[in-house]
């Protein structure tokens, strides 16, 4: 895949009727991986494009969804242009995924204006924060944690708070994993690629 492609996350609100929106992204070549999240959004997508070009006919495409009342399916997108990847999982897929079923899994928005490179370290560092990406937009950081019980994540964000960088952060917890690094159970419960289009390029 190019160098130069444009690699999104991208944060959907929509009305709770996901039917026509999921059909849309899992089988959309640009989306790698969807997340179910809960909080201000609804879902998380770990997009890739080409160009902005695509990105926009790809954002209008979603905006253009209705639901059968009429009324635009998306509520609010925030697009957040990945930057860097600092940590990311490797070899991980979306049976790995139904496996930590019972665990606590969340994505964590950091906004940390000045460049703290003691604060990227510690979250690379630390066992339970599996992705660290820098990105542009409302935040400075997403980071993706994975732990055994809520006093764990708790003893991560209070660590996390110790930075005077950090002027802001938000908690979506994890849903459900609708599509990882593009795979998706089919109906007898196989893991299976729905595009043919196999993007190589991920971050989550």
């Given at each position: 895949?190019?160098?130069?492609?444009?690699?999104?996350?991208?944060?959907?609100?929509?009305?709770?009727?996901?039917?026509?929106?999921?059909?849309?992204?899992k089988?959309?070549?640009?989306?790698?991986?969807?997340?179910?999240?809960?909080g201000r959004?609804?879902?998380?997508?770990?997009?890739?494009?080409?160009?902005?070009?695509?990105?926009?006919?790809?954002v209008?495409?979603?905006?253009?969804?209705?639901?059968s009342?009429g009324?635009?399916?998306?509520?609010?997108?925030?697009t957040?242009?990945?930057?860097d990847?600092?940590?990311?999982?490797?070899e991980?897929?979306?049976?790995?995924?139904?496996?930590i079923?019972?665990?606590?899994?969340?994505?964590?928005?950091?906004?940390?204006?000045?460049?703290?490179?003691?604060l990227?370290?510690?979250?690379?560092?630390?066992e339970?924060v599996?992705?660290?990406?820098?990105?542009?937009?409302e935040?400075?950081?997403?980071?993706?944690?994975?732990?055994?019980?809520y006093?764990?994540?708790?003893?991560?964000?209070?660590?996390?708070?110790?930075f005077?960088?950090?002027t802001?952060?938000?908690?979506?917890e994890?849903?459900?994993?609708?599509k990882?690094?593009?795979?998706?159970?089919?109906?007898?419960g196989?893991?299976v690629?729905p595009?043919?289009?196999?993007?190589?390029l991920?971050?989550l």
């Amino acid at each position: 895949m190019a160098e130069n492609v444009k690699h999104a996350l991208v944060l959907i609100h929509n009305w709770g009727d996901n039917s026509e929106l999921l059909s849309l992204l899992k089988n959309n070549k640009h989306c790698v991986s969807i997340f179910h999240i809960m909080g201000r959004y609804s879902f998380l997508v770990d997009a890739n494009f080409d160009d902005f070009d695509q990105i926009e006919r790809w954002v209008n495409q979603l905006k253009s969804l209705k639901l059968s009342s009429g009324v635009p399916a998306i509520i609010q997108m925030q697009t957040q242009r990945v930057i860097d990847v600092h940590k990311q999982k490797s070899e991980f897929d979306l049976q790995q995924y139904m496996n930590i079923k019972g665990r606590e899994h969340f994505f964590v928005q950091i906004d940390s204006p000045q460049y703290d490179e003691s604060l990227i370290q510690a979250l690379k560092k630390s066992e339970v924060v599996h992705s660290v990406l820098h990105v542009q937009g409302e935040t400075s950081f997403v980071i993706e944690v994975i732990v055994d019980d809520y006093d764990e994540y708790r003893k991560l964000l209070k660590g996390i708070k110790q930075f005077p960088s950090i002027t802001h952060i938000e908690t979506q917890e994890v849903i459900s994993v609708v599509k990882y690094r593009n795979q998706v159970f089919d109906e007898s419960g196989r893991l299976v690629y729905p595009a043919d289009d196999n993007r190589e390029l991920f971050s989550l």
